[in-house]
């Protein structure tokens, strides 16, 4: 708890030294809280801005974008797709609704191969 109390301290004094309201921040957006209740965490200290957290989520979905390229252009990577289906119901149908509420979708995974895999070319 001491902790924590520090943390919150030290980001007031510092604004780079975030690292727990920055993890703290996810949860927040991750579970599309309301926009005003993460504001409002940005005020007491316990989290960061909207911005910084939607700026993070950028940041490393292009890492990991990058990283999924390289390793597919490794040619050491395996491949595999799903195709499945989700019957979306409405709890409340209404005229506007369509009544096509099957959804056809397709998954895609890439594997890296290792153990004893490499590229012997």
Same mark, same amino acid.
Do not use: W
């Given at each position: 708890?001491?902790?924590?109390?520090?943390?919150?301290?030290?980001?007031?004094?510092? !604004?780079?030294?975030? *690292?727990?309201?920055?993890?703290?921040?996810?949860?927040?957006?991750?579970?599309?809280? $309301?926009?005003?209740?993460?504001?409002?965490?940005?005020?007491?200290?316990? =989290?960061? =801005?909207?911005?910084?957290?939607? *700026?993070?989520? !950028?940041?490393?979905? *292009?890492?990991?974008?990058?990283?999924?390229?390289?390793?597919? !252009?490794?040619?050491? *990577?395996?491949?595999?797709?799903?195709?499945?289906?989700?019957?979306?119901?409405?709890?409340?149908?209404?005229?506007?609704?369509?009544?096509?509420?099957?959804?056809?979708?397709?998954?895609?995974?890439?594997? $890296?191969?290792?153990?004893?895999?490499?590229?012997?070319?």
């Amino acid at each position: 708890m001491a902790g924590f109390v520090c943390d919150i301290l030290v980001q007031g004094m510092n !604004r780079k030294a975030n *690292a727990l309201q920055s993890v703290l921040g996810f949860f927040p957006q991750s579970s599309h809280t $309301p926009q005003k209740v993460i504001e409002t965490l940005l005020c007491i200290g316990i =989290s960061v =801005s909207v911005e910084t957290i939607n *700026a993070a989520v !950028r940041s490393l979905s *292009a890492e990991s974008q990058s990283q999924i390229q390289v390793l597919g !252009r490794s040619l050491l *990577a395996c491949y595999a797709y799903d195709n499945f289906d989700i019957d979306l119901k409405s709890h409340v149908p209404t005229v506007e609704k369509s009544n096509d509420s099957l959804k056809h979708l397709t998954s895609g995974l890439l594997f $890296p191969l290792e153990h004893g895999v490499g590229d012997h070319g």
